[in-house]
């Protein structure tokens, strides 16, 4: 049997296992196809001699596709099948039907409010049994980080009090903050900051220039005014935040807290391991 024949059958005995796993991130059987068809792309091409775990490689990867496809979700590809692509060998209806039985639209849609890393170490970890010591260098967060996103997934698919959050407004005062900040309008950057709002940054953001604390409405108006240039609004960990991009790369990120329509808390996050930790998605204009 040739080595080609040998990964096809290998894939083929994998393959419902790895529709699950793609189905349960993605949600969209069109997607799934996709990310499948990828996974068999990369194995064929890749030099597996040394793997001992074939199944958990292919896990693995399909992961990795399903979270860039989560983070990415822009248009799908219409490419046909790789005609190098094995045959399904059976009816791909009828597993697709068995595959949103056996999740249920209801958890679906609860996934469907998770953010990419949040959802890939719930489902690797509480669906498929995959440890966090190989779920971490996926997600490029450590163990505990890791465990961390399972466990905030996990308290929302088992319906634990999430706090109602309305991203949209949020936004908006988030945006109109950074506009005050860079046009150095005072007037406008108090119009959204609560009186008792509070400003705390790690130690490696004071080093960048930051103060440790800073406390009042007045006193944080007058430290942004005029700065925010190469600020962006964005979703810090599901949450909406600011990200601050110098050179491509992300320098800081502010956690950001609110009470009613103004902003009552910022943190802002320097240490690179810490940023690392975080899951931070720049928001387009």
Known sequence: MTDENFLSRQFEANRDHLRAVAYRMLGSRGEVDDAVQETWLRLSRSDTSDVANLRG?????????????????????????????PEPVDDTRERDAEMADSVGAALLIVLETLQPAERLAFVLHDMFAVPFEEIAPIVG????????????????????????????RQRRI????????????????LAVLDPEVVVRA??????????????GAEAVAQTFKGRAQAARPALVDGEMGVAVVLGGHLRIALRVSFKGDRIAGIEAVADAERIAALDVEVLEP
Do not use: H, Y
């Not at 465990?147 to 319906?159: E, I, K, P």
């Not at 988030?174 to 950057?189: D, I, P, Q, T, Y």
């Not at 790690?202 to 406390?215: C, F, K, M, N, T």
């Open 57 to 85: 490689w292919l896990t693995t990867v399909v992961a990795r596709i399903c979270l860039d496809m989560l983070r990415a979700r822009k248009s799908r590809r219409e490419d046909p099948m790789s005609p190098d692509m």
């Open 202 to 215: 790690d130690q490696a953001a004071v080093r960048l220039g930051s103060l440790p604390e800073i406390r």
């Open 174 to 189: 988030v945006e109109a903050f950074l506009a005050a900040s860079r046009e150095g309008n005072f007037e406008g950057l």
């Open 141 to 168: 967060r450590s163990v505990d980080a890791s465990r961390q996103l399972a466990s905030r997934a996990r308290r929302r698919v088992q319906g634990a009090p999430v706090p109602d959050t309305d991203l949209s």
